[in-house]
């Protein structure tokens, strides 16, 4: 009873309330010496000091319970727990090392047959190489999840995996056939009556929309959006929307309207510092490219530093030198920053807080 209602609090986002009972049923677990439980109880709270960003706290728990599930032979627990850990790991860029713990993952699974959990390997791994750049092996891992979902009837796994794939689609430039692939998963989306999942969606064909010139169709499905998300009082959220907003007005030449959305973003940006946020580079520098548009050369040249700035502090957390690399070149908004901060900036002194 503890752990469940130990859940219920921690997606409610009572952190403290969901920690005492965890806390208390690991103690219980150690006292009767039941290990199962004890590594479980162990990995819910390194999940909670992950919600927490205490990044370094949930390994550390995780490892515990790792360690546990290995000894008692609890392979299921393993590949949950490794799930975790790669989560974690990814979080603080070592993308190598979750890299493998999604391979082994998968592998435990495979033996197993599990092929839910198999499909959730392959969904985690299409994020850790599109994070990287790696568009090929993205769609590869991609391919295999949907494919495994198709096979097991997971259609909410499926539609999922759709929003990725097209979103791979149209990092290659295949625009026709990512919005082929994203029409396809929103009817899934909308079916389900998964808001989320929906607005997810919207957001990656109002990007197309604005590259295709479809501009007044990008207004309208990035305002649903950034409606949705201010509703549910998820502005970190929002800011994909907002700057897009932004960029689409620009283009229009609707210049109040630009700086009043990239203004809003930027205020939003600027109180989290990017954290939170997953692409907050990107939404600096749309704000930037708003600005320069716009002229309003102080704000452009505060915004690009920042972008230029969340981007080194990224890939300085890459310690692999090839997913380094891909990180900067093959991810097109991060070659963008980059080498416009080097034009603009100077490249050295681009995050310097001088104008």
Known sequence: ????????????????????????????????????????????????AWREKDFEESIQQ????????????????????????????????????????????????????NKWQQAVAHSQLVVLYMLVGDWEQAEEQASLGLELCREIGAEVGEAYMLCNLGLIQREKKLL??????????????????????EALYLGELATIDLENQQLDRAIERSQKNADFYTEQDSLLSATDDITRLAATHAKLSNRINALQHAEQAIQILDECQGEGIDYSQRDYFRCYQVFSTCEKP????????????LLQEKAAKISDAEMHCSFLENVSFNAEIQKEAERYLGGDNASNDDP
Do not use: C, P
Not at 18 to 38: C, H, K, P, S, W
Not at 64 to 77: F, N, T, V, W, Y
Not at 91 to 111: F, T
């Open 1 to 48: 009873m503890s752990y469940g209602l130990g859940l219920v609090y921690r997606e409610r986002g009572e952190y403290e309330a969901a920690r005492d009972l965890f806390e208390r049923a690991l103690e219980i677990n150690r006292g009767t010496g039941n290990r199962r439980e004890e590594a479980r109880m162990l990995s819910a709270l390194g999940i909670l």
């Open 176 to 197: 026709t056939q990512a919005e082929r692939t994203l029409l396809s998963g929103l009817a899934m989306a909308e079916s389900s009556g998964d808001a989320y999942l």
């Open 62 to 113: 995780q490892n515990q319970a790792l360690e546990i599930q290995q000894s008692i032979g609890d392979r299921a627990g393993v590949g949950a727990t490794l799930y975790s850990i790669a989560q974690t790991e990814s979080d603080l860029g070592d993308y190598s090392s979750s890299k493998r713990r999604l391979e082994d993952a998968l592998l435990i699974h495979k033996s197993s047959n």
């Open 298 to 309: 102080e704000q452009a040249t505060k915004a690009l530093k920042s972008a230029y700035r």
